[in-house]
């Protein structure tokens, strides 16, 4: 049977078929599209109607090309919401969640509940770009929208009331929003009457691998796709993407690794101690009834930012296979950056801040391409080792392997960077983790196969893994000493 994944991102989005066959999964991208933020006025937004026309493209072109569409399923980024009105309309386009709108967010909260009692209801670190206070945000500003709202729909909420008109909010996505309660996994009314916040906005909790409803008439006659199903799944991409790993066992970790880096373990049960909290590790909803125990990291960002200055500039040779070329020439543990300094979040220029934070710290200033993509991998590595180290501390766990998903992981100089500094093996090879994760999520809440144990002995036929082993532990041990500080 032929399952569709929409698979979006916050630079770009695709619709990936999956094929189960013979105990095997094939992959085929049908569609792929950009999706970027639009500034309008001091606003900056999605453009939800350019993202819903590539969404029904992708659905026909799978259709076009002979597929018969048994399901549908979105997952995206985490945390940015639509709402609509009493009537299904959408009230403007969705806000992404790197507008300033939320500066100062955190702060006001705090006057009506803490930072600590909140981390000990919802076990979500605290960061400005949470729904929580995107919509506090409105409510401080008395923004009129709020007035004629009737539900609050995450991204892949939203994508799927308009495939179905079904409006809910599925669990992982709404893990992300700092407003569900982490235990109960359902909404605390307590967030909400402590802020003033609205909860009538809030739907009922679906769960992965269950289905939502048919492809409405009006799409499935203008895409072809009579026959198909919308099904949730882990809408929120890390969990579709976890999900994924085909691994046994309690001594492994996770690496989302993309623009940003997830690190982290699975989890029956929330860990919500204080000390969890000062580390800024966070609680988010996994598939399978899991707790994906994770810190975000700011991760390849950096050098995605670089890469788009230097074409903006019209400099030649920014292939990635010439920069990592470039990356192997230059010395060594000359510059080390925390990725998640604020001077990194949206600067003007990256390779300015990158000099900037160098010459401020008293390390060598990168000026050659090859310095700063050196600069990058070496500190996300470093990056990686201390927040592993917390992780072990956190949960007890002697971990023995990474798994490393996502785009990150095809950057073979990265990971060979991970497992030296981390001295464990670093695996690989499910670049399209969350595509595969989505399909198997389908497939299951359409009884075509069993359980998760089936699912991932099918992932375990179908791909081919990379072990990455440690090799000069030793060498790294003095650019961990000398750059802890940086960390701290």
């Known amino acids: 049977m032929a399952y569709l994944a929409l698979d979006l991102g916050a630079g ?9 066959e013979n105990g095997r999964i094939k992959l085929d991208e049908i569609h ?13 937004y999605w453009d939800f109607l350019s993202l819903y026309a590539n969404i029904k493209e992708g659905i026909r072109l799978a259709v076009k090309k002979g597929y018969n569409l048994k399901g549908i399923a979105v997952d995206t980024w985490g945390v940015d919401f639509g709402l609509i009105d009493k009537s299904g309309k959408l009230l403007g386009n969705p806000v992404c969640y790197r507008d300033l709108r939320t500066e100062g967010m955190s702060d006001k909260s705090s006057a009506y509940i803490s930072k600590e009692e ?31 709202a009737d539900k609050l729909l995450f991204t892949p909420d939203l994508i799927n009331f308009f495939l179905t008109g079904i409006a809910c909010n599925e669990y992982t996505i709404a893990s992300t929003s700092q407003l569900l309660n982490a235990q109960t996994r359902q909404w605390d009314e307590k967030i909400f009457e402590k802020l003033n916040l609205p909860s009538h906005l809030m739907s009922n909790i679906v769960h992965p691998c269950s289905l939502i409803g048919k492809l409405n008439t009006e799409i499935a006659e203008e895409t072809g796709a009579l026959d198909a199903k919308v099904f949730a799944v882990g809408s929120h991409d890390t969990a579709s993407a976890i999900a994924a790993i085909p691994t046994q066992g309690d001594n492994w970790a996770f690496l989302s690794s993309g623009t940003w880096s997830l690190l982290g373990v699975l989890a029956n049960e929330p860990i919500l101690a204080r000390e969890v909290m000062l ?25 995605q930012r670089l890469i788009a200055e230097w074409e903006k500039a019209e400099n030649p040779n920014c292939s990635y296979d010439y920069l ?48 700063f993509v050196r600069c990058v991998l070496e500190s996300l590595a470093v990056k990686y080792y201390f927040v592993m180290d917390k992780l072990q501390k956190s949960t007890g766990k002697d971990i023995k392997q990474l798994f490393v998903v996502g785009g990150g992981s095809q950057n073979e100089l990265l990971n060979q960077y991970i497992a030296n500094i981390l001295n464990m093996d670093v695996i690989v090879g499910l670049t399209e983790s969350t595509a595969i994760g989505n399909v198997i999520q ?5 009884n075509e ?30 650019v961990i000493s000398k750059s802890k500080h940086l960390f701290e």
Not at 442 to 446: E, F, H, R, T, W
């Open 12 to 20: 770009s989005g695709r619709a990936i078929v999956g094929i189960i």
């Open 32 to 44: 792929r599209f950009a999706n970027s933020p639009v500034k309008l006025g001091d606003t900056l």
């Open 118 to 148: 909140l981390y000990a209801v919802t076990g979500i670190q605290q960061m400005e770009i949470n729904s929580l206070f995107q919509l506090l945000s409105l409510k401080v500003c008395e923004d009129q929208i709020l007035s004629v």
């Open 279 to 303: 580390n800024d590790f966070t609680n988010e909803g996994g598939v399978d009834n899991k707790i994906l125990f994770m810190r975000n990291i700011t991760g390849l960002w950096l050098l």
């Open 324 to 371: 990592l070329s470039e990356c192997e020439k230059s010395k060594p543990f000359r510059s080390i950056v925390n990725s998640d300094d604020p001077s990194f979040t949206h600067p003007v220029s990256m390779s300015k801040a990158i000099q900037a934070y160098c010459e401020r710290t008293g390390q060598h200033v990168p000026q050659s391409k090859g310095e």
């Open 442 to 446: 389908q497939a299951i809440a359409n």
């Open 449 to 478: 196969i069993a359980d998760w144990v089936e699912g991932h002995k099918i992932i375990r036929n179908s791909f081919t893994l990379k072990t990455y082993k440690a090799q000069n532990f030793d060498y790294w041990i003095n």
